[in-house]
């Protein structure tokens, strides 16, 4: 028989048509439940998949028929385990399996055993309590291999358990990609500083709306980008010459500081050695120099008065009065710098 007829796609859901004979056992009351893909195939075990697919038609009961420990462990076919021992059954595939359930899918599973009499210890039954999940938890089972969209609605938006809510009721309509279209969206707006108060309640709307960017909007952001980059590389660039002309600068300064103090140590040196008549011929040369009279009327001195005591216990004077003897005293090759 024919399992599947006619496909069809309208609006983003897919619709199948199925033969007559089959329909009586697929809305069979007591069995029938959807079985999400999403969430079986982020199983690894063979038996968290085996035991989810058996289970799932008793999540409204919250609880399961007795099940034979044979028939548990003979679900998954000829995959399924060779321990005859429950201990171990329980060790390697049993616990490893609802564990699993429980960390990725949007169910909450637990078992209970039974024996096969009050005198027996062998354990033959087994029988699962399980209840789905809600809020956070649905919503981080059905976005199983979307980790990092789970994460952005929860740690940069602050979804609530409300809104978690809202999108575990709606995952049949807001897809991944409808998600994912609102989050680039609202992350957009909040760039042009459009958003100004709850950025979660605005990718809330958005994803409601079907708020997506349109090519011409990325382009847009991508020309944007591009030029900001520019600019940026220009300033960094401009200050990063200006940085350089500065320290090439201060470091000359500092140079001809440095050289200006050598010749200043080098004039007193002079002076300080030169004889009473040498003394006193650099001193009034000094006096009746333009640089000189320039400095000796500038601190407010009198040129008819001064003496060479007030010239050299005045820091400015002194001072430009040992660089005038450094000049007077080197060599006449080192003056002009040949």
Not at 328 to 333: E, I, L
């Amino acid at each position: 028989m024919q399992l599947l007829g006619i496909v069809g796609i309208d609006n983003g859901r897919i619709t199948f048509e199925v033969p007559q004979p089959l329909i009586r056992h697929i809305k069979d009351p007591e069995k029938s439940h959807w079985l999400s893909l999403r969430i079986t195939s982020a199983f690894t075990l063979t038996y968290a998949r085996a035991i989810y697919d058996h289970v799932i038609a008793y999540v409204a009961d919250g609880i399961t028929d007795w099940f034979e420990l044979d028939v548990i462990r003979n679900w998954p076919g000829k995959a399924g385990s060779s321990a005859t021992v429950f201990k171990y059954f329980k060790r390697d595939s049993l616990e490893p399996a609802v564990k699993q359930i429980n960390e990725v899918s949007d169910i909450e599973l637990s078992y209970e055993t039974r024996t096969e009499s009050p005198k027996s210890k062998k354990i033959d039954r087994i029988r699962f309590r399980l209840s789905r999940k809600e809020g956070a938890d649905t919503v981080r089972a059905s976005l199983i291999g979307l980790k990092e969209t789970y994460t952005t609605l929860k740690n940069e938006f602050a979804f609530t358990e409300k809104q978690f809510g809202l999108i575990s009721q709606n995952r049949a309509v807001w897809s991944d990609e409808r998600i994912f279209d609102a989050i680039e969206y609202t992350r957009a707006k909040i760039d042009e500083a459009k958003v100004t108060k709850s950025p979660a309640g605005y990718l809330m709307k958005a994803i409601t709306e079907g708020y997506k960017l349109s090519e011409a909007e990325r382009r847009m952001k991508t020309v944007l980008a591009q030029k900001a980059k520019e600019e940026h590389t220009e300033v960094t660039s401009r200050a990063t010459a200006r940085i350089a002309v500065e320290a090439n600068s201060a470091a000359h300064e500092e140079e001809a500081k440095l050289r200006l103090a050598n010749e200043v140590r080098s004039g007193r040196e002079a002076f300080d050695h030169a004889d009473a008549r040498a003394k006193k011929e650099f001193m009034r040369a000094y006096i009746v120099s333009p640089s000189g009279k320039l400095a000796i009327k500038r601190l407010k001195f009198d040129i008819a008065t001064i003496c060479e005591a007030d010239v050299l216990n005045h820091a400015d004077l002194s001072f430009a009065f040992y660089h005038f003897v450094y000049l007077r005293s080197k060599p006449k090759a080192a003056r002009t710098g040949a």
